[in-house]
């Protein structure tokens, strides 16, 4: 017998269980716009309709087409992130800027995904990413205050929002949690080597196969051996990436082989993304190129590049810049179990 399909998201008595949920949504709203407002940020509203939506392999964006008023017609993409727009903003002159975007990502969908989601931005003109270590661990803390929440937990993990987060390089994690030396597949360069890892991979008990390349290999190491380690007790700042896997962000000076990355977790949740921003045009294009030559070997497509994006890249000034999913940490802070309890309208299921 068939089980019965489960109340739309605006049946009555299911929205009386979210409501909770997304009246403290809304709370945070308020308290992080306050908090950025503080420390001297504009907020900023990006346009969600770009030319590219980004050009990184393995985000799949939807596409749509705008149509002139002489009836010519033109693909455009809903962007992934809002960050080529802000950083235009930052070429114009602004300095501090946030934005509450929405954003929207194909093929994903989850306890912790969903097509369409809001992602924090925020930018510091002139400022280390090191800074940005600093503001996550004040919006952590923000958080837990503003919903009343003594710790953050999710599939029987904990995080206590109110200690220092723990900073930890990717080498290190990967040494501790997979006993690889991460850094001894990479040369100084840049280029990487894929048997190398792929062995050491292997002798540790992670699955490889044949057509795996470098990424694929750390990203699987990454994502079974380090990531649910993360974030335990209190969170974690991931940072150095491997310059390979960093492909908006400049090399860590005297230090070739990582990039100015870092990620934040709490409770094995990846919550941000944050760079030290790369501002070198020629070398952001060979790295785009790199990703949609991937892309295509992979999926049969790549996006265009946005050659304005370009253009401003060239004149932005030194900055650093954060990526924070607002919904997860929303659910974290209130204790959610997944992310439609934490968005008012969600999109339809499909299938």
């Avoid at 510091?124 to 923000?142: F, G, H, S, V």
């Avoid at 919903?147 to 290190?172: H, I, K, L, M, Q």
């Avoid at 497509?301 to 030194?318: G, K, T």
Wanted: charged share 25%; net charge negative; aromatic share 10%.
């Amino acid at each position: 017998m068939d089980e019965p399909a489960a109340s739309p998201w605006w049946a009555p008595e299911r929205h009386r269980d979210r409501r909770p949920f997304l009246l403290a949504r809304n709370a945070l709203t308020r308290a992080v716009r306050g908090w950025f407002e503080g420390q001297g940020f504009v907020e900023v509203e990006t346009a969600a309709l770009q030319v590219s939506p980004g050009n990184e392999a393995h985000l799949h964006a939807f596409a749509t087409e705008i149509t002139g008023p002489a009836g010519e017609r033109e693909t455009l993409y809903l962007h992934t992130s809002p960050e080529f727009a802000c950083k235009k903003l930052l070429a114009a002159g602004e300095t501090r800027i946030f934005d509450f975007a929405k954003v929207w990502r194909n093929r994903e969908r989850g306890p912790l995904h969903h097509p369409e989601f809001t992602l924090l931005e925020w930018y510091r003109a002139e400022a280390p990413y090191e800074t940005l270590m600093d503001d996550c661990a004040a919006l952590l803390r923000l958080a837990a205050e503003t919903t009343g929440a003594r710790t953050f937990s999710f599939r029987g993990r904990s995080a206590d929002p109110f200690a220092e987060p723990e900073r930890v390089t990717v080498a290190e994690a990967f040494e501790r949690f997979a006993g690889l030396d991460l850094l001894a597949t990479i040369a100084d360069g840049g280029d990487t080597d894929r048997h190398a890892l792929a062995a050491a991979a292997t002798a540790a008990g992670v699955r490889v196969v044949a057509d795996d390349t470098w990424s694929d290999v750390f990203s699987r190491v990454l994502v079974e051996r380090i990531e649910p380690r993360l974030g335990e007790g209190r969170a974690t700042v991931l940072c150095e990436y491997p310059t390979p896997e960093a492909a908006l962000a400049r090399p860590k000076p005297g230090q070739p082989k990582v990039a100015e990355r870092f990620e934040l977790y709490a409770c094995g949740v990846e919550l941000a993304n944050a760079f030290g921003e790369l501002t070198d045009a020629a070398e952001q294009r060979r790295r785009f190129e790199a990703e949609m030559a991937e892309k295509a070997r992979v999926y049969g497509e790549r996006y265009p590049l946005d050659e304005d994006f370009l253009a401003a890249l060239a004149q932005m000034p030194p900055a650093s810049g954060a990526a924070l999913g607002f919904d997860r940490l929303a659910m974290l802070a209130t204790g959610a179990e997944r992310i439609e309890q934490v968005l008012w309208a969600p999109v339809a299921e499909i299938g």
